[in-house]
T-cell receptor, first 116, second 109 residues
């Protein structure tokens, strides 16, 4: 089956610093990747959709200058949380979609971000 | 608008059967997914229904009625490891998954 990895799995950073999270599709080419955020006991919230080689499409209310997304290759997308604040502490999950199977998203294991 | 309605929490006994219901409203429809999510982990795929009817896969079955905007997930022979949140996620006309808060299922011995 299709495998998606995320790195790091957990990260703790100080307020005001930036953190980069990587999402990789290991055995397929992902033309589309999705970034989600999930707060405790809440639903997954789609932050943005990124297509390889083009700018990401951000959902309403998500600051594109704060959450920088780069999808430079067919197997890698990165999310950079800039000038992180404690309220950015959350579980960040990426998913990837193959052009061959438009109906299915393959999820990464998630990244737990804690901003102190 | 788009919305998902599922019970917040359900409790069932080990070895029993439980049905988790989901009603939805979406802009267009391209099928409905059920995911399982254990605490602190990402969702894992359980089932996908695009046509009306029942899809069976081992201990888990999923049902869809498109005209009623209704689906359910049926879990049989419950095991303690089935304690998790179950997410109903229809796919809209833009192939985006619409997420609700999910149903937290608690299994008791």
């Amino acid at each position: 089956g299709a495998v998606v990895s995320q790195h790091p799995s957990r990260v703790i950073c100080k307020s005001g610093t930036s953190v980069k999270i990587e999402c990789r599709s290991l055995d397929f080419q992902a033309t589309t990747m999705f970034w989600y955020r999930q707060f405790p006991k809440q639903s997954l919230m789609l932050m943005a959709t990124s297509n390889e080689g083009s700018k990401a499409t951000y959902e309403q209310g998500v600051e594109k200058d704060k959450f920088l997304i780069n999808h430079a290759s067919l197997t890698l997308s990165t999310l950079t949380v800039t000038s992180a604040h404690p309220e950015d502490s959350s579980f960040y999950i990426c998913s990837a979609r193959s052009p061959r199977q438009i109906y299915e998203q393959y999820f990464g294991p998630g990244t737990r971000l804690t901003v102190t | 608008g788009q919305n998902i309605d599922q019970p917040t929490e359900m409790t069932a006994t080990e070895g029993a059967i439980v049905q988790i219901n989901c009603t939805y409203q979406t802009s267009g429809f391209n099928g409905l997914f059920w995911y399982q999510q254990h605490a602190g982990e990402a969702p894992t795929f359980l089932s996908y229904n695009v046509l009306d009817g029942l899809e069976e896969k081992g201990r888990f079955s999923s049902f869809l009625s498109r005209s009623k905007g209704y689906s359910y997930l049926l879990l049989k022979e419950l095991q303690m490891k089935d304690s998790a949140s179950y997410l109903c996620a229809p796919m809209d006309s833009n192939y985006q998954l619409i997420w609700g808060a999910g149903t937290k299922l608690i299994i008791k011995p």
